[in-house]
Every structure is written in C-alpha cells, then in structure tokens.
C-alpha cells in the first residue's frame, strides 16, 4: 500500500510536499479613510442642485441631456455620450426627436436610453397639446346651462359644481366641490374661494342640480361670481 512520506534525499537535506501558496491579503484602509467614490457621483450632485436653483435655462444642451441619461444609466459617467449626442444631432431638441434607429447608432446607446429619450419626447408633445387645447367659452348663460347639463343632468346624487372662469369666460376647470344625498348637499365657502385662488380663477360659476326633479336645469340653479 503506497503512503506519503517525506523522504531525504542524497545530500541528507529533508524534502516535504510543496502547499498552495497564501492567500493574498485584502488591503485594509488606514482608520478615517474611505473608499473614495467614482468622480462622476459628485458632478451628478452639483448638476442636479444647480437644475434646482437656476432651473433649465442656465444649462447647455449637454448638461441638460446628462440628467436625462442619469436616469437610464445609474452608474457611469454620461457627459461623453451626451456630448456625442449633441455634436451627432445637434441639438437637446433634436436628440429628443431622432428616431430610435439613428439613436442606437450611437455608440453606448441601448434600449433604456432609447425609451428615456422617447419618453421625454412623448411628454413635451402632450404638454404641447394641452397648452393649445381650446377651452369652452361660457359668456351666455344659454353656453353655462348647455355645459352643465352635459356634465350632470342624469346624475343621481345631489352635486355643488364651481365652473372656474379666466377673465375671457373661457373655462379653466369645472370641479365637483362637495357630493351628498339624493335632496342635500353640504358646501364650504372657503374651500371655493381657496381653490378660486389656486386656479387664478377671474369668476366662478356656482352649480347645483335636484337629481329627485325633471332632468333639467335652470338660471336659479346657478350663480355667477
């Protein structure tokens, strides 16, 4: 039966079985010190705090493109591939509108960059379409009786409606304030005037309908103010 011994060899020195060698030791940071963290965490800071201070009007294009690609990218430095961006397209405004193909044909830009940029685009669109979506005008009580019958003639619970007015009549927001019972409902004045002022509202038009009547409603239904 073979066993493993140490032998000696001819010069008469002992001979042992070579082991691995130790492992490595981790180096240790002397007391106080950290582990110092990537350049690019402390510029995402200040950019983002210089955003909240001074807003997107004292930024250049590039900058403003990093804090969108901060949200796609969440550990890298962004500014070169922004900077690409921007020299490829030419602009903020033409990077959020190149199609996604041309995109990817940037090197560094995957998916989730893609769909950021995308994502911004498809918000500035809506903005734009609820900035000119044309209000109703409300300058005859005929134009006043018409809307709210639209908005709750069939309504089975008593509702206190406020229609807020811009100063051209034109209708901000229409807002059911208080709903009650099928013969009641409570109404709060100086919640009305609170969210006149919130609104910039330049006239209200106050509303109430009688669910337990004829579906119809009438000039002493309403008040303007």
């Known amino acids: 039966m073979a066993r493993n011994r140490a032998g000696r060899s001819g010069g008469g020195g002992e001979v042992s079985a070579a082991g691995p060698p130790p492992a490595a030791t981790p180096a240790v940071l002397p007391a106080g010190f950290a582990e110092a963290e990537p350049h690019f965490v402390g510029h995402r800071e200040r950019l983002r705090e210089r955003f909240r201070q001074a807003g997107g009007e004292a930024l250049p294009d590039y900058e403003l ?5 901060f949200r796609a990218v969440s550990r890298a430095d962004v500014k070169p591939l922004a900077k690409a961006l921007i020299d490829r397209f030419g602009s903020f405004a033409e990077v959020i509108a190149a199609p ?21 685009g498809a918000a500035v669109e809506r903005v734009t379409r609820g900035q000119v979506r044309a209000r109703p005008l409300l300058s005859s009580w005929s134009a006043v ?23 051209r009549n034109q209708l901000i927001l229409d807002e059911v304030q ?5 013969d009641h409902t409570p109404v709060y004045p100086r ?10 509202a330049s006239a209200i038009i106050l509303v109430h309908n009688h669910p337990t009547t004829l579906s119809s409603i009438t000039l002493g239904h309403a008040q303007a103010h």
């Not at 996604?100 to 911004?120: F, N, Q, S, W, Y």
């Not at 208080?178 to 099928?182: D, K």
């Not at 919640?191 to 910039?200: I, M, Q, S």
């Open 145 to 167: 009786i018409a809307h709210c019958r639209a908005s709750m003639a069939f309504v089975e619970q008593e509702q206190f409606r406020v229609l807020f007015l811009d100063k």
């Open 100 to 120: 996604p193909g041309r995109l990817r044909e940037v090197k560094g830009v995957g998916e989730a960059i893609v769909t950021e940029l995308k994502l911004i």
């Open 191 to 200: 919640e009305v005037v609170k969210r006149a002022l919130e609104v910039a």
């Open 178 to 182: 208080q709903r009650g019972t099928v």
């Open 65 to 69: 493109l990093e804090l969108v690609l």
